[in-house]
């Protein structure tokens, strides 16, 4: 089968896009070449990954289903491109650590910081992806260390406890008020939330909740970071879920307020599991010691 990384690339580019013509534009591609590009690959599959609509392009069901594949693919190209240019340098070595952007924010960026101070010679390259991917990429190879949080995990690898972190619900004074005492889950019940996506620790959280309350949360308002999460919090579409100190990274302007939430679910977990196979074993066990150092 043909399949070369550029068109695992152009793929990934056409899904990201909507269009064949922007993503051959982002490659560098003549949109007739990227155009056979997918052709091609779709009669050797012997299915359509993509359906022409008006201005672009968008999956088909066997294109969604298809897709997981193809970012494992493009991931193992970037593994194995980074290794080799890590090699090439003469580093000891790259470890790849994936993480939710909570922990990146909170934690991991100070600790890659002193990291990288003290084994100058092993390279790092972190991975942003919420709970669920970062054990997918756990369980495919494509990330040596993975950091997610403990109810949201499925793999049967060892964990160590890593760090813990507490969920505020983030409000327009404008739009919503609440008194200083902590908010229930009551007392959410009927208030539009603004949620991280399928797969996050945040909505995993809010689900557990609404379940112990015999309901079930509609997720009507779903964005993929806190950023996007603050800016409707902002026009008052509904309120936020994030710890204090991601909230305070983006140094929130008087209009919002915060509020502490009662209750063990908005408590968050996070554990840290390692998979050998594709780092040097004292280089993966080096920095693995010195993220679970400061615990």
């Known amino acids: 089968m043909k399949f070369d990384t550029t068109t695992v690339r152009l793929i990934l580019a056409i899904a990201e896009e909507g269009s064949i013509s922007r993503a051959a534009d982002k490659l560098s591609l003549a949109v007739a070449a990227a155009s056979r590009r997918v052709s091609d690959l779709e009669e050797q599959l012997g299915a359509k990954l993509f359906r022409r609509v008006p201005h672009g392009a968008e999956l088909t069901e066997s294109g969604g289903r298809l897709l997981e594949y193809v970012r494992q693919i493009d991931n193992l190209i970037d593994r194995m491109e980074g290794d080799a240019e890590a090699l090439n340098h003469g580093l000891e070595g790259r470890i790849i650590i994936g993480a939710p952007k909570a922990v990146v924010i909170q934690f991991l960026a100070r600790e890659i910081a002193a990291i990288q101070q003290k084994y100058p010679r092993i390279a790092l390259k972190i991975v942003e992806e919420n709970s669920r991917i970062v054990q997918q990429l756990l369980r495919d190879k494509v990330i040596d ?94 309120v936020g879920l994030m710890p204090p100190a991601v909230l305070q990274s983006f140094r929130p302007e008087a209009a919002l307020a915060s509020v502490e939430l009662d209750g063990d679910w908005a408590s968050r977990h996070y554990v840290l599991s390692c998979i050998e196979g594709h780092a040097q074993e004292q280089t993966l066990r080096n920095v693995v010691d010195a993220l679970l150092a400061g615990r």
């Open 145 to 238: 260390v993975g950091i997610y949080e403990k109810k949201s995990g499925f793999l049967d690898l060892e964990k160590f406890a890593y760090r813990e972190d507490r969920l505020v619900l983030v409000h327009s004074r404008a739009h919503f008020e609440f008194g200083a005492a902590p908010i229930s889950i009551d007392d959410l019940l009927d208030v539009p939330i603004v949620s991280l996506g399928k797969g996050s620790a945040v909505l995993s959280a809010v689900e557990r909740a609404y379940r112990s309350r015999g309901r079930l949360f509609a997720n009507n308002l779903t964005v993929n970071g806190f950023d996007t999460m603050l800016a409707m919090v902002r026009h008052g579409l509904g």
